[in-house]
């Protein structure tokens, strides 16, 4: 009797391994499923050029330094002018076609598109090159409509999973990348993408570039000197540019400079404006889409009317494609982003502890010296650069340990990571390991999920890790060793330089 309950035992666990064992095997291949990972570059992040078919045409962005150059001697007689009639107006107009003359082969057609024969070098990879281990580069040219690149992203992608014979891609997008991404899943879907990161997107604007299509420009010393600390930080002679910076701040020198750029702005800006900068910038459509929501009414009037109002030239299929992207995009990205995470696993990266652009009256705003830390996270509370949040009430695993940054308030606040001190267009390994590890994850993972990503990181120059805050007790003696040794190091290299010849 008892042998037949052993041997009933074992045919009972043998056909049940029979029947979970392939289930297992499933199981555990479904977990560590790969699939190729597309890299959707931000503004500016592939070279335009004035003859895309050729490859030794000239860049159409940035102008070469012969041209910059030759306007900065141009500029003389203009200042000479200046100087005898005291004729801003006429200034204006020679400094705008100036820069007009310098920035001619990046400017978009009156319609907002781009010139014939002009465009970017990219040709898609080898078929047998793309596997589902493989990292792909997605190249556009950023001064198009995001309605046109996003649709050159959906047959992008389409050849990507035709060649790897997958299903879906894991998708990245930096800056205005992100643009390009929430443009592209607004019109075409989720169903094609398996997993999204979301790193230091413009999605919901910048407000220096808000600031700037609304005519608002203002320079300080203060935020000028904010943003050259940033402009130097990791350079050669970081300290000693430091200290000859601060001591020209403390001097008032900065000061009386920013005020005097002040006093003229005002002076030259309308003509400087209607016949280079917004020609430039405003032709690009890339350039509408990042400006945020609350300044577009009040844009679309000073662009349009105050600068534009007299022109002879037609804009209004530029306005009516701008129309056409609030209409189908703008007015969605928070359901859109919503619908994304429902249909995908969705990693938000934001990066801060710096100031914006120095000029602006938003150049106090906190962020990765381009984008707002707030729009980059999708909605984080931040204080202004050099102040903290005061009167915090919410949970204290949501504040920075510096605290000047609020993860409660974000669209996906558990999937938000804060990278401190990692500079907007910093190019690093250490982000994209970061990066490549949240493609590769098979799930939703959170801020709980990565041991070596918590919530707050901190980034010192080569790795990214757990941000521990110290205060910053370095000595007025740590300061001095710093900048001396700048300055000897300084010395060497001229001394060999005199050495040498």
């Not at 000073?302 to 494609?321: C, H, M, P, Q, W």
């Not at 120095?358 to 707030?374: E, L, N, Y």
């Amino acid at each position: 009797m008892k042998r037949r309950i052993i041997k009933g035992t074992v045919a009972a666990v043998t056909a049940l391994l029979i029947l979970i064992v392939p289930l297992l095997t499933v199981a555990a291949s479904a977990k560590t499923e790969i699939c190729p990972r597309v890299w959707v570059h931000g503004f500016m992040g592939s070279t335009v050029y004035e003859d895309a078919d050729d490859p030794d045409s000239l860049p159409a962005w940035p102008p070469t330094s012969d041209e910059i150059l030759g306007a900065v001697k141009s500029s003389v007689p203009a200042l000479a002018e200046l100087a005898l009639t005291k004729n801003w107006d006429r200034f204006g107009e020679e400094m705008g076609d100036i820069a007009a003359d310098v920035f001619a082969r990046a400017m978009n057609n009156p319609d907002g598109t781009v010139k014939d024969g002009s465009g970017v070098h990219f040709e898609y990879p080898p078929e047998d090159e793309i596997t589902a281990d493989s990292d792909i580069y997605f190249k556009y040219d950023w001064r198009k409509d995001p309605i046109d690149i996003a649709a050159e992203l959906n047959d992008f992608i389409d050849y990507v999973l035709e060649a790897s014979g997958c299903d879906q891609v894991a998708l990245t997008c930096h800056s205005f990348g992100g643009v390009v991404a929430i443009t592209y899943f607004t019109l075409y879907g989720c169903e094609k993408v398996k997993t999204v990161v979301f790193n230091s997107t413009a999605i919901y604007g910048e407000t220096y570039t808000g600031e700037l299509m609304t005519g608002k420009l203002y320079f300080s010393g203060d935020s000028l000197t904010n943003y050259l600390y940033y402009a130097f930080q990791g350079t050669e002679y970081e300290y000693l540019l430091n200290a000859v910076i601060k001591i020209f701040n403390d001097s008032g020198i900065l000061d009386a400079v920013t005020e005097w750029l002040n006093s003229i702005t005002p002076r030259i800006q309308k003509e400087v404006c209607a016949r280079s900068i917004v020609p430039l910038f405003g032709g690009w459509l890339a350039i509408w889409s990042m400006v945020p929501d609350e300044y577009l009414e009040e844009a679309t009037d000073y662009v349009f009317n105050t600068i534009y109002g007299d022109s002879e030239t037609d804009y209004s299929a530029l306005r009516a494609k701008i129309e056409n992207y609030n209409e189908l995009v703008r007015c969605k990205k928070t359901e859109t982003l919503k619908n994304v995470n429902e249909e995908c696993n969705v990693y938000v990266i934001a990066r801060y502890g710096y100031s914006s652009m120095p000029i602006t009256p938003s150049a106090d705003t906190q962020g990765d010296g381009i984008v707002d830390v707030k729009y980059a996270s999708f909605g984080a509370t931040a204080a202004d650069f050099g102040a903290t949040l005061e009167n915090i009430t919410s949970d204290a695993k949501y504040i920075s340990p510096d605290k000047t940054v609020d993860a409660s308030t974000c669209l996906f606040p558990e999937q938000t990571w804060f990278v401190k001190n990692l500079k907007h267009a910093e190019e690093t390994d250490t982000i994209d390991v970061m990066m490549r590890k949240f493609m590769r994850y098979d799930g939703q993972g959170t801020v709980e999920t990565f041991e070596d990503y918590p919530r707050y990181t901190i980034f010192d120059g080569e790795t990214i890790s757990p941000d521990e805050y110290n205060q910053n007790n370095s000595t007025l003696f740590d300061n001095l060793r710093l900048i001396i040794n700048d300055i000897l190091k300084l010395v060497k290299v001229i001394f060999d330089k005199i050495r040498q010849n």
